[in-house]
């Protein structure tokens, strides 16, 4: 069974960083490199896209968090990480992260994958 654990949220304050890491562990990973990504929570909301890496490391930003973030992985390592820069209130989510799933019908989706448990990272003074 495939298991996704994130880790590094925080409390920071408006214009701090953070790094969120992620590990997927529990199963061989074959021949392709599964696609990872990051989504978030914010109070009240839906979950939404933060950011994704694909298995020839092309990466995806939303808008919101386009030129603030970097995701980046280890593959040997099946780890995932998101670098948080210039942090704003409105960034105070559980950020999760996902393994994504693959069939034949609809490629690589994060509907197919594995969720972590999330992580809180808060924006305050």
């Known amino acids: 069974q495939v298991q996704v654990v994130e880790s590094g949220g925080g409390l920071v304050q408006p214009g701090g960083s953070l790094r969120l890491s992620c590990v997927a562990s529990?199963?061989?990973?074959?021949?392709?490199?599964?696609?990872m990504d990051w989504y978030r929570q914010p109070p009240g909301k839906e979950r939404e896209f933060v950011a994704r890496?694909?298995?020839?490391?092309?990466?995806d930003y939303s808008d919101s968090v386009a030129g603030r973030c970097t995701i980046s992985r280890d593959n040997a390592k099946n780890t995932v990480q998101l670098q948080m820069n210039s942090l704003k209130p409105e960034d105070t989510a559980v950020y999760y992260c996902?393994?994504?799933?693959?069939?034949?019908?609809?490629?690589?989706?994060?509907?197919?994958?594995?969720w972590g448990q999330g992580t809180q990272v808060t924006v305050s003074t």
């Open positions: 890496i694909d298995d020839r490391g092309v990466t």
């Open positions: 996902n393994l994504e799933g693959f069939n034949t019908d609809y490629g690589w989706s994060p509907e197919l994958g594995t």
């Open positions: 529990g199963r061989v990973i074959d021949s392709r490199v599964d696609p």
